[in-house]
């Protein structure tokens, strides 16, 4: 063989690895669908099959303190049911938590016996569910959940030095066979126990974080933003990778349904982003004061708001500066926001722009019976992907 040749092979080999090492990369490009029993319905297989990851959700977080393990792991559908759902080789994992279920991790939390307990009882849980893996939703350590009113952030901050021990323990426990993934939060002022000391040490134990880019406006604000803004969302990941996470390790969140939040009439004439909202939770208490809601594609839509709904989806637009769709109805003083099939194909992009892990959305079910969102989320995943394999 000449010179000549022998470069060509070279080049060959060289052209042949690069394009495997793409190929492997993409090809671990995620795209979780969170699964739960207020809407357990699934899509059919064309729309399902790009799904990478199910995550079942939820187990108390209490169940796991027994001193037993016990094959009796209640949730809204068995993992073997679920998995014959989904494409062969979808991984299918089990959440734990959820908004409001504190008390179980920091009973766990508190002592080396306490983690080692709850740790093997989830190892129990996976090998007799069959569940792929564990999603751990403690939302949050370290203060800034539901009760953050009856229980002062200060009297939960040895939290945020337990909880890498407490994942740490779960992975001992289970293997690095077995995922872990953890949901954390969108908002910085919530980031309490994820740091640049932290984090570091977290994901040493954990696969991924799935991060809460929605619900970025909540009653616990006073003035209209979106709840799932591209730009928002960006600052949350940067927020994470600043800190020590890899951006493969990350998956950028996204929300299958609408919010409403009432709103000061006079102080939104002018522009109703960034204008005044009516109290929305009370002050002493942090319990909600019924001025702001939720509810699913899937769902009925509240009579009382039946009106200005379908006007928010007629009238509303896109904030190419914020990256997020609202509307603001000035007869019922209701600000809406959620995600539109445009404005997730917009703040896809984060992905590319960051070199993120994949995706994720809250939930699959709420996106029925349409499934428009889930629809252009496929697409992007594999659209991007695509390109990727082009270079």
Known sequence: MNILGRQALVLWAFWTLAMLLVSATTAQLRNIMYFCGQHPTVPDSLLNSPVTHVIMAFMNSSIFNREDPSSDWPLFMTVKETRAQFVPGTKIMVAIGGWGDTAGFSFAAATDEGRRRWARNVAAMLRDTGADGVDIDWEYPGGNGEDYKQVPNEHKAWEIGAYPLLVAEIRMAIGHDKLISVAVPGLPRDMLPFTAETLPTIMESVDFLNVMTYEMMNRRDTITKHHAGKVASRESL?????????????????????????????????????????LMEDPKTGVDMGRTGAFAWVDEVPAEIQVSFSKALREGQYDEVGGGYYYWDADQDL????????????????????????????????????????AVLNAAVGGSRGKKDEL
């Open 335 to 374: 600000w809406w926001s959620h995600e539109t099939p445009a404005s997730i194909e917009d703040k896809f992009g984060l992905v590319r722009e960051l070199g993120l892990g994949g995706v994720f959305a809250w939930e699959l079910g709420a996106d029925g019976p349409e499934y428009s969102r889930l």
């Open 238 to 278: 940067n927020n994470y990778i600043k800190n020590g996470v890899r951006p493969g390790d990350l998956n950028l969140g996204f929300a299958f349904y609408t919010k409403f939040y009432r709103t000061e009439h006079y102080t939104c004439l002018q522009s109703p982003i960034g204008c005044s909202t009516l």
